[in-house]
């Protein structure tokens, strides 16, 4: 017998479960119209800290409303959403909740005129007073983290689209959010660079992001979804997990949809 004998192998057992914090999001009765449409119709979820949260539904549901109501872009009028024990209701929770919430976009929405690194500085220099020397610093390691360091010097142009939506989620995380809000990240990209980004939100997903995720990204959904919302007509009317969704979805509206998608 040798000392260093190999370690015995891992020990067999259920697939490791994954634990949540605190609820995060809190919303209840959630209501929005534009004009005399209504968009959100009571929408009511709880997110607990360190979920992943997929929503998917038809074009129209609302589910760019909801989730731009999360972060106060669009504001809701009725109902109460929480986030982070931070009430959002009205000015001045602002500043607060979007420090707390990081966004990405389907249009990447970087700035043009500056460089990758600006892009990424800019806000924790203006909005959490970092020196230029650390944001740089954190902005780089950022980089490294969506794998495009060596583009920081380089303008938005002058990237592809998936190097884009990395950048555009390096800045995010710049901000040290406590939630990722995804509206459709890949749908503006060309088929051989919605992987790369996915595998960077597959990453975040694993290091205890909490994450809302729009997409129709199914091989995403199914692999690092913890939970599937299914939104129709400003509501969300299948709340539930992968495995139960794809295999025996319960509302007609769900069966549709995935009887077209898959
Ligand atoms: P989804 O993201 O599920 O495709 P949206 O949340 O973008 O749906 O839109 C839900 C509904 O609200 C749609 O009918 C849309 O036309 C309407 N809507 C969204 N934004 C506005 C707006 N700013 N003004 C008027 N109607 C809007
Ligand atoms: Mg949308």
Redesign the pocket.
């Known amino acids: 017998m040798t000392a260093n004998s190999p370690a015995s192998p891992a020990p067999s057992g259920p697939p490791q479960q994954r634990t949540f914090g605190p609820p995060v999001i809190a919303a209840q009765n959630v209501q929005k119209h534009?004009?005399s449409?209504h968009?959100l119709r009571g929408v009511n979820l709880t997110v607990r800290q360190g979920e992943v949260v997929v929503i998917i539904?038809p074009?129209?549901?609302?589910?760019?409303?909801?989730i731009r109501t999360i972060n106060a872009l669009d504001p809701h009028d009725g109902g109460s959403i929480t986030v982070d024990d931070i009430p959002l209701n009205g000015q001045g929770n602002l500043d607060a909740i979007r420090r707390e919430v990081g966004m990405v976009f389907q249009s990447f929405n970087l700035f043009p005129h500056l460089t990758v690194l600006e892009n990424i500085t800019l806000a924790p220099m203006r909005v959490r007073r970092a020196s230029r020397a650390d944001a740089e610093r954190k902005g780089l390691e950022l980089l490294r983290r969506v794998g495009i360091e060596e583009q920081a010097h380089k303008y938005p142009a002058q990237l592809s689209g998936g190097q884009q939506q990395r950048v555009a989620i390096a800045r995010a995380l710049a901000m040290e959010p406590k939630i990722m809000l995804f509206d459709e990240p890949t749908s503006a990209l060309d088929p051989e660079m919605i992987k790369e980004v996915l595998d960077v939100m597959k990453e975040l997903a694993r290091s205890g992001m909490t994450m809302l995720v729009?997409t129709h990204e199914m091989g995403f959904a199914r692999e690092v979804a913890d939970r599937i919302l299914f939104?129709d007509q400003g509501n969300i009317v299948e709340d539930t997990t992968p495995e139960e969704f794809y295999q025996n979805p319960k509302h007609e509206r769900a069966q549709q949809f995935l009887s077209k998608i898959l």
């Open positions: 534009f004009g449409f968009a539904g074009s129209g549901s609302g589910k760019s409303t909801f729009v939104f």
